[in-house]
T-cell receptor, first 111, second 110 residues
Framework: NAGVTQTPKFQVLKTGQSMTLQCAQD?????MYWYRQDPGMGLRLIYY???????DKGEVPNGYNVSRLNKREFSLRLESAAPSQTSVYFC??????????FGQGTRLTVV | ELKVEQNPLFLSMQEGKNYTIYCNYS?????LYWYRQDPGKSLESLFV?????AVKQEGRLMASLDTKARLSTLHITAAVHDLSATYFC??????????FGTGTSLTVIP
């Protein structure tokens, strides 16, 4: 049972490049999330998806887009990366009211 | 705007001592979660608190929830080095959004 799987684990981008972070869960959870973690700021919600076919903005959605491809997969896209998007990105999934389960994270650096 | 505040942000304590981490939140919720994160790692679930007065214990950690005061506590008893980590509380507002506190970085000194 893999849980929540994120790819890639590490990525370096140049300013203006685009990329997609992939996330898949095998726990049959309805809800999926994308967070970013920056030093001293905890985790901030970027986007979430309450169910297949729906997505909603979180606290810090600017500069990002998401796709809930199916129940298992939720991707995060950076169309034009900026240095301010250097962060660690976590994908998570949950089935209310249980807790959210997190992937291993993607460490992204934008130079 | 929802605020989830933890204090202290940094905690250095000696092995064998007791201490409490506090998590205050600014809106109504009866669901609160505690997570642990080791450096460079993902988040690991510790406790799920789903009602007012809920208390959960696992080893040297005990968590409680007071929804009327909008306060949760994580109590550490007789700390050991292995408990060194960052601890986060998270509040579930709508069932689809987990809002996290800024974390408490705990260092247990031998």
């Amino acid at each position: 049972n893999a849980g929540v799987t994120q790819t890639p684990k590490f990525q370096v981008l140049k300013t203006g490049q685009s990329m997609t972070l992939q996330c898949a869960q095998d726990m049959n959870h309805n809800s999926m999330y994308w967070y970013r973690q920056d030093p001293g700021m905890g985790l901030r919600l970027i986007y979430y998806s309450a169910s297949e076919g729906t997505t909603d903005k979180g606290e810090v959605p600017n500069g990002y887009n998401v796709s809930r491809l199916n129940k298992r997969e939720f991707s995060l896209r950076l169309e034009s990366a900026a240095p301010s998007q250097t962060s660690v990105y976590f994908c998570a999934s949950s089935l209310r009211p249980i807790e959210a389960f997190f992937g291993q994270g993607t460490r992204l650096t934008v130079v | 705007e929802l605020k989830v505040e933890q204090n202290p942000l940094f905690l250095s304590m000696q092995e064998g001592k007791n201490y409490t981490i506090y998590c205050n939140y600014s809106t109504t919720s009866d669901r609160l979660y505690w997570y642990r994160q080791d450096p460079g790692k993902s988040l690991e679930s510790l406790f799920v608190l789903l009602s007012n007065g809920a208390v959960k214990q696992e080893g040297r950690l005990m968590a409680s929830l007071d929804t009327k005061a909008r306060l949760s506590t994580l109590h550490i008893t007789a700390a050991v080095h292995d408990l060194s980590a960052t601890y986060f509380c998270a509040v579930d507002i709508t069932g689809n959004q987990f809002y996290f506190g800024t974390g408490t970085s705990l260092t247990v000194i031998p």
